[in-house]
């Protein structure tokens, strides 16, 4: 039997309220004049306005689509409805001989598989300055010479928010209009036009703790301190830490080409998805898909982006192993890593490798001595949901218990599934309390962050 | 304001700094040496620095957490995930309609709710009382362990019996619970406990405490309820008088029937007997002891004072009874009912009677007489009047009325409408008919003349058994109306549901 995907992954799939629904319409055998599938890939003819009805067609595991309707959204409706039928009604799909259409749509895919593979080859055998791939004489030139711009400006940006900070500390944070959201905007800018969108960053980060009030006072105080840090280390050039230097620099906002990513070096593991965040900020949507590597133990996050309008498609099922390579970025114990081929699904991973609270915490407290400017770290702890004195936690067996950041109603769900035996909770520890990514539930995993996809 | 002096120093600047706080913890003493104060705004900010990475790589696990006991092992396996996946489409607003039959279908298939549902479903339970018995089914050990930790148990009161706390201070559920125990357990107790609260209680408690009573007094209880007839709220005095009325041997149906016996006798001979009404000449002060009303309200279309007085001694005898009073059963009083100037009066009265308080048997020869009427002769409404009998009748008589009004009464468009306005389950014999009845209202074009709403409710009253063949009929139309869609989905739907327990 095929392995198709579960309800929950097709909805998740969805990219709106509205498509979803109109996905859940479609998901009726009746409705398609052909709806068929095979191990590897699924298929439909749907009849629409036109003369001519749409070729649908979905990789079996829902991991790529295509349709030929003139919907912008990606899945479109008619792609959700032929994998809804797929993950509902299995044994209602037709299986006639794959028609030629698929078979070009399954050759172009493996095609594109391979021209990607033989680009990251190239670049790896031959890798121009700094790691990235070679080019000829008059493009290195141009490229030094955009570089050099680039590091000027951002020297000149880091100079005044030297004095911008100063300015501000001995004048008083009680006296300046640190709540005023166009205080930071308006440094926040100056760094962007000193194409520092890193700095940018975490000046905008710095204005929401500020609006909070006495709420995010010490979280502004310690944002503040690492950024003076952040500053401070931009100016060292760290010559024997290439590692150290790469991660300022990436914290400062410089871009790592993906090219060079993939020729660097890759862990090849059975990976673990272990949570998926979705944040959004100025109409871009941003997914952070978490992996632990089962033999490697290491932990790994995976960013895609998109426009609003245009929502990001994210395969990786919760509580699935994959197995396939990753390839990390340069830096300080490096989490953000990269997929050097589309991974593979697989079955009978094993469970996920569990540490002690006092383990995470000893972790935790290597990664701020090396790398002061990673708040946050991914963890997985077997431990029970609680309240105590109105403050919910996660508790271990052995009675170790660490704040965790959740509404009641979130708190209760972890209750009711971990029925007051621990079971495995993965999380991000920021240093004071756990924000949770997702817990074992009975055979599956159950996310913790609402609304897995927008 | 924090009183830690790194911060006091931030809030106020370091144009006021006078001399270098102290490092804000020992393990930070040796890094604090090393910062330099003759740049105070540097020193400060490393400070923080300092402060953040010592707080967060420092951070010690909180102890003496007590661990809380585990829920007790499950009995029962939970419902399958396709079934459970149905459940959180129902809870996301999918098909709210469908949460009682996915209930029913769970604890029929002895399964429990998933564990991850288990706090939506007592967050509903907390809104929707009448969920509350449907819901408790299908919580099992782990529901019922989560409900105790969420303090949510009060929901689902224990078996023990309530103890008198609950009657004296409790809310009404609580009342209501110990009055129903204590009319089986000691009914004179329940008597005594009620008369000596009534007088003070509110309207809606009132009714409330009469609806346990139900058609099922006791003796004891006939004082009251006599008095109640008179209650200065309507709602009561129906209670009291449906009650009264399901006793035959109390006096104040005996009451009744005495007082209402003169005003029918049958007349005439071979093809002109007939049943006639002699409308009383004036109204009894006495009358209003037992909760007759003098006055004419607005809504008694086209009836004067005395039919008015005429109409609510009627309704105050249980149908039956006249079978005694004039010695001939209810189907033949029913066919002499024919006189121009009382038939109305009469069937008014009766159909009153009916709907007060249900003789199955009567009510449905009632109820079958008047759906096979070629004219209608009531000042009410006849969807209203049929609505009313049917939905005291079981579902099968219920369905046979509806029928028979369909070739009978309503001839023309109003059999949908009817069956719309009913809430009862089609029996399966019935099914068939009924799906080829409304699909042409579903498919009517421009404007269907069922709304989606009303149509979504209509697709839960299909048997089971019937759905597959209900949704192929669908599916070999050439194409749907948006409300026949709605009707589909809401059918598939149930389909999938039931489908998915039975798998299992």
């Given at each position: 039997m095929a392995s198709y995907p579960t309800p929950d992954i097709v909805t998740a799939l969805a990219p709106d309220a509205a498509s979803l629904k109109a996905g859940r319409g479609l998901a009726s055998p009746g409705k398609w004049l052909v709806a068929a599938g095979n191990a590897e890939v699924l298929w439909g003819l749907m009849q629409g306005s036109g003369k001519d009805p749409y070729q649908v067609q979905a990789l079996a595991d829902g991991s790529a689509t295509k349709c030929s309707c003139p919907s912008r959204k990606f899945p479109c409706k008619h792609a959700l409805g032929l994998l809804f039928i797929a993950a509902e009604q299995p044994g209602k799909l037709a299986s006639p001989p794959v028609p030629g259409w698929v078979l070009e749509w399954l050759a172009g895919r493996a095609e594109k598989a391979g021209r990607a593979e033989a680009k990251a080859a190239a670049a790896a055998a031959a890798p121009g300055e700094g790691g990235e791939p070679a080019k000829g004489p008059a493009d290195e030139k141009a490229q030094a010479k955009r570089r050099e711009k680039r590091s000027g400006r951002v020297a000149e940006g880091m100079g005044f928010l030297r004095q911008w900070l100063a300015d501000l500390v001995r004048q008083g944070l009680a006296d300046a209009p640190i709540r005023d959201f166009g205080y930071w905007e308006t440094a926040a800018r100056r760094m962007i036009d000193a194409q520092a969108p890193g700095l940018a960053r975490v000046l905008r980060q710095c204005g929401q703790d500020a609006a909070r009030g006495v709420s995010g006072q010490a979280s502004l105080l310690d944002r503040l301190g690492r950024l003076h840090l952040l500053l401070a280390a931009a100016d060292q050039p760290f010559p024997d830490d290439p590692s150290l230097r790469a991660e300022v620099d990436q914290w400062l906002g410089y871009t790592v080409p993906q090219e060079t990513v993939l020729a660097g070096a890759e862990v090849t593991d059975r990976w673990f998805v272990a949570g998926r965040t979705v944040e959004e900020e100025d109409r871009i949507i941003t997914v952070l898909t978490w992996f632990r590597g089962a033999r490697s133990g290491r932990w790994a996050c995976w960013i895609q982006s998109a426009p609003a309008q245009q929502p990001v498609f994210t395969p990786m099922p919760l509580g699935r192993w994959l197995e396939g390579s990753l390839c990390f970025y340069p830096?300080?114990?490096?989490v953000r890593a990269v997929w050097k081929n589309p991974p593979m699904v697989v079955d009978g991973g094993g469970e996920i490798l569990t540490e002690s609270v006092e383990a995470m915490l000893a972790r935790y407290a290597a990664l701020q001595a090396e790398n002061p400017w990673r708040v946050q770290m991914p963890f997985c702890i077997s431990a029970v949901a609680a309240e105590s004195a109105g403050q919910a936690c996660l508790v271990e067996a052995e009675g170790a218990a660490l704040p965790l950041a959740a509404s009641p109603a979130l708190t209760h769900s972890m209750m009711a599934v971990d029925g007051g035996c621990p079971a495995a909770v993965c999380g991000l520890w920021d240093g004071g309390r756990v924000l949770p990514l997702a817990m074992a539930d009975h055979g599956a995993w159950m996310s913790l962050t609402g609304k897995a996809a927008p | 304001m924090s009183s830690d002096p790194l911060t006091t120093l931030l809030l106020l600047g370091t144009a006021r700094l006078q001399a270098p706080p102290a490092a804000?913890?020992?393990?930070l003493s040796e890094a604090w040496k090393l910062l330099d104060w003759t740049q105070p705004e540097s020193a400060v900010l490393s400070g923080c620095a300092l402060r953040a990475a010592a707080a967060g790589a420092g951070f010690l696990a909180i102890q003496g957490v007590p661990l809380p006991a585990a829920c007790p092992p499950e009995s029962l396996p939970a419902a399958p995930p396709a079934a459970s996946g149905m459940l959180r489409r129902i809870l996301d607003g999918e098909f709210p309609e469908c949460l009682p039959e996915w209930l029913s279908a769970c604890a029929a298939a002895r399964r429990t709710a998933a564990a991850r549902d288990l706090p939506a479903l007592l967050g509903i339970a907390g809104q929707q009382a009448a969920l509350r018995p449907r819901i408790h089914a299908i919580l099992g050990e782990r529901g019922r362990w989560l409900a105790r930790r969420m303090d949510l148990s009060r929901l689902f009161p224990e078996p023990e019996p309530p103890g008198d706390e609950a009657w004296e201070t409790g809310g009404l559920t609580q009342r209501v619970e110990w009055l129903r125990h204590h009319r089986e357990a000691d009914p004179a107790r329940a008597a005594e406990a009620l008369a000596a609260v009534w007088a003070q209680e509110s309207g809606d408690t009132r009714a409330a405490f009469l609806t346990v009573i139900g058609a099922s007094p006791t003796a004891l209880e006939i004082p009251l309820l006599e008095t109640a007839t008179r209650d200065r709220k309507r709602e009561v005095r129906q209670l009291a008088r449906a009650a009264l009325m399901a006793?035959?041997?109390c006096a104040w149906t005996a009451r009744a029937v005495a007082r209402a016996r003169p005003l029918l006798r049958v007349e005439g001979m071979l093809l002109t007997k007939r049943l006639v009404l002699q409308l009383p000449e004036a109204f009894d002060p006495a009358w209003k002891n037992d909760g007759l009303e003098e006055k004419v309200p607005p809504g008694a279309k086209g009836m004067g004072p005395r039919a008015w007085w005429a109409s609510q001694l009627l309704a105050c005898v249980p149908l039956s009874a006249w079978e005694g009073a004039l010695e001939m059963e209810f189907p033949q009083l029913l066919r002499l009912n024919k006189d121009k100037e009382s038939a109305s009066f009469i069937l008014s009265g009766w159909v009153e009677s009916a709907t007060t308080a249900p003789e199955p048997a009567t009510a449905e020869l009632l109820a079958h007489h008047l759906a096979g009427l070629a004219k209608w002769p009531l000042p009410m409404p006849v969807l209203t009047v049929l609505q009313r009998l049917v939905e005291v009748l079981p579902d099968e008589k219920a369905a046979r009325v509806v029928e028979a009004a369909e070739e009978?009464?309503?001839?023309?468009?109003a059999p949908a409408q009817l069956f719309s306005t009913t809430a009862f389950p089609l029996p399966a014999e019935a099914a068939p008919r009924w799906f080829q009845a409304l699909l042409p209202h579903l498919q009517h074009q421009p404007y269907p003349s069922l709304q989606i709403p009303a149509v979504r409710q209509l697709a839960l009253r299909f048997p089971v058994g019937f759905l597959s063949e209900a949704l192929t009929h669908l599916s070999q139309q050439p194409a749907l109306t948006p409300t026949a869609e709605a009707f589909a989905r809401g059918l598939e739907f149930r389909q999938n549901l039931h489908t998915h327990f039975s798998d299992s």
């Open positions: 830096g300080v114990q490096p | 804000p913890a020992p393990c006793r035959p041997s009978g009464i309503l001839t023309k468009a």
